[in-house]
């Protein structure tokens, strides 16, 4: 039973053989009707997709880079921070320590490591202060978390379109971590660095910390960090008194503070200024008036008395820093016996007359110091001009002191039993060759000892020395205070045994105080910005080395070098003042060491070189200079007598006997044509080529 077939139906096959096989295929219209409404719909999908397609890419690629651009600055974040410290670690870094060195007054006078001030809290400084850092470096500290996208874009098409770097892109908090963490190289490296530690810092710190710690770390020029050490080197006063043109003009130097810094570019720093108040003004950091007002009157730098000179005390005293307190760990506080104002004076009278005299007598270079007589140190002048060359030659400069060096074969012959009126022959004498004369190559016969000092004559020191012991003269020297090594051989009495000038000028302390030791000191305190003393001068009391009466008679006749010898022109009453001129042979030290109850004070003058100068004496250029500085020194200060001379000296002057004639030099009175200037006491007549094979000395 077939399925569908009618009953009674006979069963039909299909047969081929009426039709061609070929009748079976379909037509073209067949084909037409069957496909035509599947194909258009085919075609339109194609059609659609392709236009389509172009938007699809691009959102699809997008999404593709994207994704890999986060994965790539994941991997460059995970990279840098790989290779910082463990941020959990990062501590804020201790800033070099600070030694900030005053003076007598209390004010500074020089700074050594780095100048840092006071750390200072926002609440203590007025609000214009940091307000101006604000408005100038990031005017959006207070709204970004680290990295600022507005400003680093602002910064981009700003340098794109002056080609170059016009604008920086760093926030406060970055500058702050480059500061703390970073070097100042200029690398994307170190700008990815700087991008991480700044999210750290903000993630660690609140936004009043973070300003606090950069306003005591940013670098303003002339050594300073920080606004308090800045305020006070430029302007002399702390951050908590800046008015807001001040606050204006630090806040500027940020931007380049070598270039900019008042001090150098007073011009450039007041136009920064100028940009840094209209910000403010933009920002409502302060009023229209205001900002009027601090543009009519512009910041201006302070200058520190005796900026220049000091820097030798300064070196100096770092010198012995460490021998008094030991490693330095923490910004401290140096308080000098520095008097700035005598410094001052004395480092202008130095190198005003060397300006002035110095070319004409081929002196190039000097040195100063002034002492108490108990040895504090009020003035010290190392050179003609520190910032072209730092060499202190008060203090480790050795010279030949010359006839300077006499008082102390003086003081060894009144020991002995001498007087000032102990006559001794004037007369040429003759060592091995070695012939040792006067200045003037005149001779006087018998002369008293003072008259032999005050005129400087050569031959007679030289026999007092041959007489007394060379030994015992260097030992008298010694226990004085000369600390340099003395040869023991007769030409020790002319001074061609080297010496530096502080430790010449400490050996005649003992005639300006009575007789007792006096050790040079500088530092009198040393302590922590805290206010811990770490060093506290003591009094020495080293007792007494000179008996009172040899001191009075020392005195007397050292003051007759004044009054009739070879520094007539170092007078300077009402002031009762003695010393001794010297000048080494050939010309090439010129000394005079010279004092009064109140202050003891040496100058030399010379060439670095050794190089002769053109006959310049010890009578000349360096009596000049010591009576200008002399004579500001004792300005309001009130008289005193030298030791043993009350009112006048206790023993009468001793005129030379008349039959024995004073040389002009002696006297002040004009040269013969055959002598030299006055004034002089150049021992130099003596044969130095042969003085230097018998002593070997150059």
Do not use: C
């Amino acid at each position: 039973m077939a399925w569908g077939r009618r009953k009674g139906s006979a069963r039909r096959e299909p047969a081929f053989d009426s039709k061609p096989l070929a009748d079976l295929r379909a037509k073209p219209e067949d084909r037409a009707a069957v496909g035509s409404g599947g194909a258009t719909r085919s075609r339109a999908k194609r059609g659609s997709r392709r236009g389509r397609s172009p938007l699809r890419r691009l959102f699809y690629w997008s999404l593709v880079l994207g994704l890999w651009a986060l994965i790539a600055v994941g991997a460059v974040i995970t990279i840098v921070a790989a290779n910082l410290p463990p941020i959990q670690s990062l501590e804020i870094p201790k800033r070099p320590p600070s030694i900030e060195i005053v003076g007598l007054d209390g004010k500074p006078l020089a700074t050594r490591g780095e100048w840092h001030g006071a750390a200072i809290l926002l609440k203590d400084v007025p609000p214009h202060l940091p307000n101006a850092f604000i408005a100038i470096e990031d005017r959006r500290f207070y709204s970004h978390h680290g990295l600022d996208p507005v400003g680093l874009a602002r910064a981009l098409v700003s340098n794109v379109l002056r080609r170059g770097v016009s604008q920086g892109g760093s926030t406060i908090t970055q500058q702050l971590a480059k500061n703390l963490f970073l070097t100042q190289e200029r690398t994307i490296w170190r700008k990815l660095q700087e991008a991480v530690l700044a999210v750290w810092l903000e993630r660690k710190f609140s936004k009043t910390e973070i300003l606090e710690l950069y306003l005591n770390r940013v670098y303003f020029g002339a050594g300073a960090y920080g606004v308090e050490a800045a305020a006070q080197r430029y302007f002399g006063k702390s951050a908590r008194q800046l008015r807001v043109n001040e606050a204006a003009m630090l806040a500027g130097l940020v931007k380049s503070p070598s270039r900019l810094a008042p001090t150098r570019n007073p011009d450039g720093a007041e136009r920064r200024a100028q940009v840094v108040i209209a910000a403010m003004t933009d920002r409502g950091f302060i009023t229209d008036t205001m900002a009027k007002s601090a543009l009519a009157q512009p910041a201006h730098a302070v200058k520190v008395a005796g900026t220049g000179s000091v820097n030798y005390i300064a070196d100096w005293i770092m010198d012995v820093l460490d021998d008094l307190v030991g490693r330095v760990e923490a910004d401290l506080v140096v308080e000098t016996s520095i008097d700035p104002g005598l410094q001052a004076a004395a480092e202008k009278a130095l190198a005003e007359e060397l300006v002035l005299k110095g070319p004409k007598l081929d002196v190039a270079q000097g040195a100063i110091v002034a002492m108490t007589p108990e040895g504090a140190v009020r003035a010290l002048v190392g050179g003609k001009n520190y910032a072209e060359s730092q060499f202190n030659r008060a203090v480790a400069a050795k010279r030949q002191p010359g006839s300077a060096f006499k008082p102390f074969v003086y003081l060894t012959a009144l020991e002995r039993g001498l007087t000032p009126d102990t006559l001794r022959e004037d007369k040429p004498i003759a060592l091995k060759g070695w012939k040792p004369e006067n200045y003037s190559r005149e001779y006087f016969g018998p002369v008293t000892l003072t008259q032999a000092l005050a005129m400087s004559l050569n031959t007679v020191s030289v026999r007092l020395t041959l007489e007394l012991g060379v030994a015992n003269v260097a030992k008298t020297a010694y226990r004085l205070g000369i600390a340099s090594k003395l040869d023991p051989n007769p030409s020790l009495a002319l001074g061609t045994s080297e010496v530096s000038v502080i430790e010449l000028v400490t050996a005649y302390a003992p005639f300006a105080n009575g007789g007792f030791a006096a050790a040079p000191h500088v530092v009198e305190r040393v302590r922590t910005t805290a206010g811990k003393t770490l060093y506290l001068r003591m009094s020495d009391h080293l007792g007494r080395i000179i008996e009172a009466r040899h001191v009075a008679q020392m005195n007397a006749m050292m003051r007759e070098t004044l009054r009739i010898g070879t520094a007539k022109q170092a007078q300077i009453p009402p002031w009762q003042a003695a010393g001794k001129t010297g000048t080494s042979q050939d010309f090439r030290d010129a000394w005079f060491v010279g004092y009064t109850a109140h202050l003891v004070t040496g100058v030399w003058l010379g060439n670095d070189d050794s190089s002769p100068t053109k006959k310049a004496t010890g009578g000349g250029l360096p009596v000049d200079i010591w009576s200008r500085f002399m004579k500001s020194a004792h300005q309001g200060v009130a008289v005193a007598s030298l030791p043993g001379m009350s009112g006048g000296p206790s023993l009468a002057a001793v005129a030379p006997p008349a039959n024995v004639p004073i040389p002009p030099a002696a006297i002040g009175g004009a040269p013969s044509a055959r002598q030299p200037p006055p004034a002089a006491d150049r021992n130099t007549g003596m044969d130095g080529w042969l003085l230097d094979k018998l002593f070997g000395r150059r």
